[in-house]
């Protein structure tokens, strides 16, 4: 299946800080990806929809202001989450839309530990 | 979208042919049937997917109802690498395309 790469794997920050996460679809264009959110023993919640070009839509309960979504090109989306607490640990994973096969790919995800 | 139901966990042994049942009973004539599942800690991996006939790739087979209200996922070998939580999902092909994720079934595969 196609490739969707999630950087960095990781990461642990400090509370209040930013913390930007990276989603690449290697092989294929995306006009739209998505980004989720996942606690422990929860299932994935979808935070927003990524555009490229546009706004991102997001999900109710989910703040723009504390979630930044960028989608300049169409193999490119990135989240910042500003300003980071720790009730912001998660699990954030990724996904972008082939269009052309009709399937949604995932990236590995990205976990976020706020100190 | 509409909504699935399915087991919250399944056993099956090694080798032997993995079913998850999934219902989607207020299933629309245009959404289409996809599954997905995922290993601990990763992102999840696609499976299948189909709008009403069967479905078979090298993962997989997804046999659909005739009317359409239930599905069945067969692993047809299962391996100790299949455990997994697996997720049916019915999704509108359009503008938005948004998968929205229920909490799936968790397929344990004993040695």
């Known amino acids: 299946g196609a490739v969707v790469s999630q950087h960095p794997s990781w990461v642990i920050c400090k509370s209040g800080t930013s913390v930007k996460i990276e989603c690449r679809s290697l092989?294929?264009?995306?006009?739209?990806m998505f980004w989720y959110r996942q606690f422990p023993k929860q299932s994935l919640m979808l935070m927003a929809t990524?555009?490229?070009?546009?706004?991102?839509?997001?999900e109710q309960g989910v703040e723009k202001d504390k979630f930044l979504i960028n989608h300049a090109s169409l193999t490119l989306s990135t989240l910042t989450v500003t300003s980071a607490h720790p009730e912001d640990s998660s699990f954030y994973i990724c996904?972008?839309?082939?269009?052309?096969?009709?399937?949604?790919?995932f990236g590995a995800g990205t976990r976020l530990s706020v100190l | 979208d509409a909504k699935t139901t399915q087991p919250p966990s399944m056993d099956c042994a090694e080798g032997r042919a993995a079913n998850l049942p999934c219902n989607h009973s207020?299933?629309?004539?245009?959404?289409?049937v996809y599954w997905y599942r995922q290993i601990h800690s990763q992102g999840p991996q696609y499976i299948i997917h189909?709008?009403?006939n069967n479905e078979t790739n090298e993962m997989a087979s997804l046999i659909i109802t005739e009317d359409r209200k239930s599905s069945t996922l067969i692993l047809p070998h299962a391996t100790l690498r299949d455990t997994a939580v697996y997720y049916c999902?019915?999704?509108?092909?359009?503008?938005?395309?948004?998968?929205?994720f229920g909490t799936g079934t968790l397929l344990a595969v004993q040695p």
């Open positions: 189909g709008l009403k």
């Open positions: 999902i019915v999704r509108v092909l359009g503008a938005t395309n948004k998968l929205i």
């Open positions: 092989d294929f264009q995306a006009t739209t």
């Open positions: 996904s972008a839309d082939d269009r052309q096969r009709n399937i949604q790919y």
């Open positions: 990524s555009n490229e070009g546009s706004k991102a839509t997001y």
């Open positions: 207020t299933i629309s004539g245009n959404e289409y």
